[in-house]
C-alpha cells in the first residue's frame, strides 16, 4: 500500500471524501464535486486550473450564497488523513470556512507520512513569510454541547482531491 492510499484511508475515516485523479482528469472531478454556488482560490502550482462555474471570492459571494469552497492544500499528513491549508491573501481562510462543502486540492508528491514532517516543512515556510495555516482533519463537527453535530464551525462535507502525477 503506498503513501496515497494510506493518506486515503485514514482520512476517510475520519469522514472526508478522498478522489485520487490524474492532472488531465482533475477539472472534470472538480466539476462534478461542485454543488453550485462555488467560490473558489486558484491553486499555487500549475496542475490544475478551476472550472468556469468557480467564482473568485466576494465577501457577499461566501457569506450569503457559496454551497462549494475550493482551496489549495500545500500538505497532506498520511498518519492523520490530514490537509494543511494556507490562510493567505487569497482569501483561503475564509473559503474553506463559510461554505458547506469544502473541496481541497492536493498533489500527491505533497504527502508527508506524520506532523513532525509536516511541522518541519511548515518551519520552513514560516521562515520565507507564510505566517498562518489550517490543519483540516474531515468535515467541521463538535460534541461539546451533547451529540456529535458536523458542520458547526466550518464545512459539514469534506472533498479531498489527489493529483497523482504517476
Known amino acids: 500500500m503506498g503513501t496515497v492510499d494510506r493518506f486515503s484511508k485514514t482520512a476517510e475515516t475520519t469522514g472526508a471524501e ?13 466539476q462534478e464535486l461542485i454543488k453550485p454556488p462555488a467560490v473558489g482560490v486558484q491553486p499555487l502550482t500549475d496542475t490544475v486550473s478551476l472550472p468556469s462555474i468557480v467564482d473568485p471570492p466576494t465577501k ?8 462549494t469552497g475550493i482551496t489549495d492544500a500545500i500538505i497532506g499528513i498520511e498518519t ?14 475564509p473559503v474553506s470556512l463559510f ?12 504527502i508527508v507520512p506524520d506532523i513532525e514532517t509536516a511541522f518541519s516543512v511548515l518551519h520552513d515556510q514560516y521562515g520565507q513569510g507564510m505566517d498562518n495555516t489550517v ?4 468535515p467541521s463537527s463538535t460534541g461539546d454541547m451533547g451529540e456529535l453535530v458536523t458542520g458547526v464551525h466550518g464545512p459539514g462535507e469534506l472533498h479531498i482531491v489527489v493529483i497523482c502525477d504517476e
Do not use: C, N, Y
Open 18 to 30: 478522498v478522489h485520487t485523479v490524474s492532472k488531465e482528469d482533475a477539472k472534470d472531478v472538480l
Open 60 to 67: 457577499q459571494k461566501f457569506m450569503d450564497e457559496a454551497k
Open 80 to 93: 492523520l488523513g490530514s490537509v494543511v491549508i494556507p490562510s493567505d491573501g487569497r482569501q483561503t481562510g
Open 99 to 110: 461554505p458547506a462543502r469544502q473541496i481541497a486540492i492536493i498533489e500527491a508528491s505533497d
Open 135 to 138: 490543519i483540516v482533519t474531515g
